[in-house]
């Protein structure tokens, strides 16, 4: 991925894989485009509105037609008792398609991924190397355009 743009047309095809209830987790370095991935792809599901990074939320919730995206980002996560006390366990369920920034920070917590997505900054710009580790993952990756 050279630039955003070339983000924000990976996550336009990304985009219609994705099904209800798939986690994804995000990896890659401050700066490395997770965000950016985020945003692309909701603007490809339509959404018009502005799309902030949950650094300091940890959440943000987006219903749109036919699908619900939570965008998690715990890279200020620090303990189980938080995940709890936030209640962030009821948004993993069949209902929502939860993509997370900073997996490893609730490593001991969260939902294995059906989908990672792995960030690297090089000269060039940013490579993606994707993994699918379920059956949902493996169809969306399959049905993902080239």
């Not at 959440?59 to 965008?71: S, V």
């Not at 969260?110 to 699918?132: H, K, M, S």
């Amino acid at each position: 991925m050279p630039d955003e743009a070339a983000t924000a047309d990976f996550a336009a095809r990304l985009a219609p894989t994705l099904q209800a209830g798939m986690t994804v987790y995000l990896r890659g370095d401050l700066g490395a485009g997770k965000t950016t991935l985020v945003r692309g792809l909701l603007q490809a599901l339509g959404y018009r509105g502005r799309v902030k990074s949950p650094t300091y939320t940890l959440i943000e919730q987006y219903d749109l037609p036919g699908l619900n995206l939570r965008h998690f980002d715990l890279y200020r996560f620090r303990d189980a008792e938080e995940w709890e006390a936030a209640g962030f366990r009821d948004e993993f369920n069949r209902d929502n398609t939860c993509l997370v920034e900073w997996p490893e920070q609730a490593a001991s917590v969260l939902p294995p991924a059906d989908l990672e997505i792995v960030f690297t900054i090089q000269q060039t710009g940013r490579n993606l190397d994707l993994y699918a580790h379920t059956d949902a993952g493996k169809r969306c990756l399959n049905a993902l355009p080239y």
